[in-house]
Nanobody
């Protein structure tokens, strides 16, 4: 069982930066693939970025070059550094932990980007 708690969301101007954090509790954090997803009003939840247990990363095309995902297994944490934010990045951002048939979600953190 893994519990996930996101933090770091807020209001930022276009072009600004935010760093989201996801704190995990439970066992075997290091073996999970961790991901950040987002969901804007009226849209489906989409993958933003993911990082495997071996620290291989994957990004949505819309955020490549602007967002960076990282993890700290000792702290049981995963981060999403977001730069050059655009209004279309505004959404609720969710942390996800996945391994085989097991998947866990955080409660989400709101990111608002003002134009």
């Amino acid at each position: 069982q893994v519990q996930l708690v996101e933090s770091g969301g807020g209001l930022v101007q276009t072009g600004g930066s935010l760093r989201l954090s996801c704190a995990a509790s439970g066992s075997f954090f290091s073996i999970y693939t961790m991901g950040w997803y987002r969901q804007a009003p009226g849209k489906q939840r989409e993958l933003v970025a993911s990082i495997t247990s071996g620290s291989s990363t994957n990004y949505a095309d819309s955020v490549k070059g602007r967002f960076t995902i990282s993890r700290d297994n000792a702290k049981k944490a995963v981060y999403l550094q977001m730069s050059s934010l655009k209004p279309e990045d505004a959404a609720v951002y969710y942390c996800n932990a996945r391994r085989q048939l097991h998947e866990y979600w955080g409660q989400g953190t709101q990111v608002t980007v003002s134009s």
